[in-house]
């Protein structure tokens, strides 16, 4: 079993920025595929980034392409979300998943472990 354990959520003003953390317990983390995916109130939860075990391909939302980043560093076993020029619709709960394979996916079916989300608020 492996445990996620997401952190850097919080309030923030519309354009500010926020970087989540994703932290697996497992040191097999630098062969998993990972993602970032988020649930709005009375929305279906969406993949917004994922990337590959190497970290050389990644994949975004439309809605998100262009201020966010995702990036990992498989030394520090941790991956990370890089969110700037925040809006109020980007405002939902974050998750931190992995998958048992090197090859990313936007689908959360395919999707191994879940975090238990981190709140990221964007109002003025």
């Known amino acids: 079993q492996v445990q996620l354990v997401e952190s850097g959520g919080g309030l923030v003003q519309p354009g500010g920025s926020l970087r989540l953390s994703c932290a697996p317990s497992?040191?097999?983390?630098?062969?998993?595929?990972m993602g970032w995916f988020r649930q709005a109130p009375g929305k279906e939860r969406e993949c917004v980034a994922a990337?590959?075990?190497?970290?050389?391909?990644?994949n975004y939302a439309d809605s998100v392409k262009g201020r966010f980043t995702i990036s990992r560093n498989n030394a520090k076993n941790t991956v990370y979300l890089q969110m700037n020029s925040l809006k109020p619709e980007d405002t939902a709960v974050y998750y931190c998943?992995?998958?048992?394979?090197?090859?990313?996916?936007?689908?959360?079916?395919?999707?191994?472990?879940w975090g238990q989300g981190t709140q990221v608020t964007v109002s003025s």
């Open positions: 998943a992995a998958r048992r394979t090197p090859y990313y996916s936007d689908y959360e079916g395919l999707y191994d472990y």
């Open positions: 990337i590959s075990a190497s970290g050389g391909n990644t």
């Open positions: 497992r040191r097999t983390f630098s062969t998993y595929a």
